[in-house]
């Protein structure tokens, strides 16, 4: 698990998002049962894929500049590139319910917008299994994950098995990010 | 993964695993865990070394009780549940292998001889990396060798899957092996 930091222009960024929202018919729920309550996503619409927005080009670079140093560490020899990305948006009560991005091998999740009470990251130890025989109290919390906190212009890097889910958010503000799913080439 | 030191008696103490070593339950253990010029007390349930060993003991029961309380296990009371010797000879290794029904493994590197092998650990995530196009897949194979010398403790959770390189010396190498759990509270 990676943290970075990364200064996005909200104001124009979340232009266009609530541009996409309002223009694209299925900015809705993505997934069987993945999301809950008052949430959007454009991960059913190939054709707003942020990564490939001009206004974000010095994110997407840094991104994989980001993703370079990470593979490096993790003895990937190939350059990496951009797979596909999307936005989701979470109204009050909206939740993102545990799941993993397959066929990915790292993830970059971009924190746009989090309002005060807008819902953590949620974090699953892939070692799950292997604590479960063990008499500890990680089992319990394990059920739920351990959680990320996230503030707006966060970006939070993990691997594509890691199973994760967000908080739900408490906030009368919208919850603004970008996910980005990121493979290496020759793969 | 948790390593220690601890200054072990080696004139009074090898003396006293040889004479463990003398029982004709001395052997290989499990099938083919130990390989070529190697040997196990772990089929004798009465002379447990860590029964000649009661301050080495406490000491490991007391770093276990740390470790416990970091995994947020039920208690942090600590006890050992069995102990064995291995002894390896020129050629000789222990395969790869996990210590079922156990809480906590300890291995205590009594006399390691220059070229008397390091400790190979397997990453329990193996399986998560196993799709991903990382040479790690490749080293991952064989293990990662954690460095061996006399009087170094390493301990680890009983799930990950570790082995000995063979020893390349004429000494002796003596390893003692610790399965402890936590106590329970249901």
Redesign the interface.
Known sequence: MFRGSFEFDKDTIIAKFNDIASRSKNFDKYGYGDFEGDVGSSANNSNHQPHTWPELQPYYDWILERSKEIFKL?????DPYIDRSWINRYGKGGVLNQHRHANT?LIAVSYIQVPKNGGDLIIVD??EY?WFR?????NL?MYFGQTVPVATNDVIFF?G?LRHSVEPNQSDYYRWIISTNIR?K?? | MFEGEYEFDRTALIPQLEALSDSPKFGNYGNMLEVGDAGSTAHDYVNQPHLLMPEFTKWALDRASEIFNL????TTKAHVVRSWVNRHRKGGWTNFHTHPNT?LVVAAYIQVPKNGGNLLIID??EN??F??????NI?EQTGKPYPTMNDKVYFF?P?IRHATEASNSDRDRWVMSMNIN?E??F
């Open positions: 993790w003895e990937m020899e190939n091998d892939p070692l292997h063990m008499p500890s109290n990680n919390q691997a098995f290496t020759g793969n | 995994w947020r296990m039920q809480d329990p995530l998560h990396w799709g991903m196009p990382t040479t790690r080293s959770a799930f936590c329970r509270l």
